[in-house]
């Protein structure tokens, strides 16, 4: 599975981004998708992850109430939605495809096999 994030960019804080995570090379739906986020020199921090059928999804503590993981398997796309952003939320965005299945295997790295090249989100004070 081939992955490509897009939708980050320069916004205000208090504002809203929707990036994008699309799929292309094999069927998407079997994979459960995450967002990870990371900064330099810092380690990579879940955020979102959902369930291949959609059916379940769970989020960071930080960013519970504010953001919206969604996927369109029929688009081989999945989304973030991402509201009320914080000067914190600033870092590069990748999504990641793997067959994690359980609430705790979606929120580590280490359960996805495919990842995206990353977008950059700033959100200014």
């Known amino acids: 599975v081939q992955l490509q994030a897009s939708g980050g960019g320069l916004v205000q804080a208090g504002g809203s981004l929707r990036l994008s995570c699309a799929a292309s090379g094999r069927t998407f739906s079997p994979y459960s998708v995450g967002w990870f986020r990371q900064n330099p020199g810092k380690e990579r921090e879940f955020v979102a992850a959902i369930l291949g059928s959609g059916s379940s999804s769970v989020y960071a503590n930080s960013v519970k109430g504010r953001f919206i993981i969604s996927r369109d398997n029929a688009k081989n796309t999945a989304y973030l939605e991402m509201n009320s952003l914080k000067p914190e939320d600033t870092a590069v965005y990748h999504c990641?495809?793997?067959?994690?299945?359980?609430?705790?295997?979606?929120?580590?790295?280490?359960?996805?096999?495919?990842w995206g090249q990353g977008t950059l989100v700033t959100v200014s004070s």
């Open positions: 990641a495809a793997g067959s994690a299945s359980t609430i705790a295997t979606m929120t580590s790295p280490d359960k996805y096999d495919y």
